[in-house]
């Protein structure tokens, strides 16, 4: 093969190579897919590494009393692990994550199924749709936020979501269910179009409730349960937040998407594991893991109900690396900081709302007692106090993270020396990482020996394959994408380092 053709292949450059030409090609060469699936399932991950999983499967066991459905499925489908970097970086983003999977070639971070000179990338979901198939998408975030809009829209500025919304009605997927009224309400957005009326009128039932989502019988439906990200699985669960489950959502999905004669294709995306780790937030990961668990067991209900399905879970990358540490003489104590999750009543984001910008010391500690069920000493409601008002952020160790949450998740997180009285969870920063992520196939008609370590893009090879479609997107080598990157002043899609949001 010459280099030109090995480019095309996107077997030769630097980061994009992390596979071996030999493992690229004898996937590309060899699909597992044996038979064609009417419907598809993506399930999304965002943010969740190994450890996460396991904090998530020990509290399970050992709290709750029964395995995950993730554990279940680890146990008898079809697993592997995937390589996440994007094209010029070996950390990706989750907008190059989701281009990868959805267009099966490698990005920038930054920009939707775009490449970085602005060539677009026709994603799946929307070559689904020429086929017929009915759309939906399922997310905890935003509904307009990258996993899922990758997998639909081209666009240059993941964060563009007011404009996002707008081409998702031009879209015209059957079931859009999330966060992100203001991307929508004509009293927030910037130009004040009422987008809820233009997707009233293109048939769409509408949805601000649980309970409206449940009442919604149209065959299109926009539900958008909260302004910004749907808040976290911890709040909603112990502080009564009236925002639907994830598993609630997707399980008001399938039956709308089943209906459609061609089939379907649908995203679940439990978009906030991703948030709680930038905010190094144990609990909230946690919690949305086994929120995203409820959903998952949906999906694989409806599987093996309907053979004709073919699920596909995958992490799009690891964020801040949480870790369970072992604790005590030879870690004979290594247990004890899962029991201790279950005082966690309430995320970092739920308490720091509560605070507000002037907190005190006394209102520090009763929201911790009542929010953590434990104490913080008075120096570690002072630290909490001084990250909120002075910006004084502890420790000084951590590699950029989200401030003040970074210090209340590090107060947090200091033990008594004699005892161990804190879950010992913890992390080096609130940034994603480069390491490989989970990635699994649920359903018939895969062959099994041909999964292993994958490369992210294999995901779009395997969907095409599985959905009977034949179609390539440009490759862009990552030396074209460096001088294209060099040639400009400025990168508008990149955040500049002051202002690290959740990405
Ligand atoms: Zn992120």
Redesign the pocket.
């Known amino acids: 093969m010459k280099r030109r053709e090995l480019i095309k292949a996107g077997v030769v450059a630097g980061v994009a190579g992390a596979l071996t030409a030999q493992a690229q090609q004898a996937q590309a060469n060899q699909p597992p897919i044996l038979t064609r699936a009417r419907n598809l399932i993506f399930f999304a991950y965002?943010?969740m590494g190994w450890e996460d999983y396991a904090i998530a499967q020990f509290y399970a066991r050992r709290v709750l009393g029964k395995p995950m459905a993730l554990e279940r499925f680890l146990s008898t489908g079809i697993n592997g692990l995937q390589n996440t970097n994007s094209l010029t970086s070996f950390v990706t983003?989750?907008s190059a994550a989701s281009n990868a999977w959805s267009t099966g070639v490698k990005t920038v971070n930054g920009g939707l199924a775009i490449h970085v000179d602005g060539r677009k990338l026709t994603p799946i979901f929307a070559l689904a749709k020429q086929q017929g198939k009915a759309v939906g998408l399922v997310t905890t975030s935003t509904v307009t936020h990258a996993t899922p809009a990758g997998f639909i829209v081209s666009n240059p500025d993941r964060n563009a979501e007011e404009q996002i919304a707008e081409q998702y009605l031009e879209f015209g997927a059957e079931v859009y269910l999330g966060g992100g009224q203001r991307f929508f309400d004509p009293a927030v957005r910037r130009d004040r179009k009422d987008l809820y009326a233009e997707y009233a009128a293109k048939g769409y039932a509408i949805a601000r409730t649980p309970a409206e989502m449940e009442a919604a019988n149209a065959s299109k439906l926009l539900g958008v349960f909260s302004t910004s990200h749907v808040p976290y699985e911890v709040d909603r669960r112990f502080q009564n937040v009236n925002v639907p489950s994830l598993a609630a959502m997707t399980r008001k999905a399938l039956p709308i998407l089943a209906g459609k004669r061609e089939g379907f294709v649908l995203q679940v995306e439990s978009a906030r594991i991703?948030?709680a780790?930038?905010l190094n937030d144990a609990a909230a990961a946690m919690w949305d893991i086994l929120a995203a668990d409820e959903a998952l067991e949906v999906v694989m209900n409806f599987v093996d109900q309907n053979p004709d399905t073919l699920l596909i879970i995958g992490s799009d990358?690891v964020?801040g690396a949480p870790a369970l540490y072992g604790a005590g003489s030879v870690y004979r104590a290594g247990s004890v900081g899962i029991d201790l999750l279950k005082n966690e009543k309430g995320s970092i984001e739920f308490m720091l709302g509560r605070l507000g910008s002037q907190p005190t010391v006394e209102g520090v500690t009763e929201l911790y007692r009542s929010v953590k069920g434990t104490a913080l000493s008075p120096e570690q409601a002072q630290a909490v106090v001084a990250a909120i008002t002075q910006r004084v952020f502890l420790p000084d160790t951590v590699v950029r993270g989200i401030q003040p949450a970074n210090t209340l998740s590090w107060v947090m997180r200091q033990t008594d020396a004699a005892q161990v009285n804190r879950p010992n969870i913890g992390w080096n920063s609130g940034q994603?990482t480069a390491g490989p992520t989970l990635f699994g196939v649920y359903g018939r008609g895969v062959n099994s020996a041909r999964i292993g370590l994958i490369d992210n893009t294999f995901n779009f090879t395997l969907m095409t394959r599985a959905l009977g479609i034949r179609f390539q997107n440009p490759v862009m080598s990552e030396q074209e994408a460096l001088e294209v990157l060099r040639s400009r002043a400025e990168v508008p899609w990149n955040h500049p380092d002051d202002t690290l949001a959740?990405?």
């Open positions: 965002d943010g983003e989750s991703d948030h780790n930038h990358h964020c994603h959740l990405a």
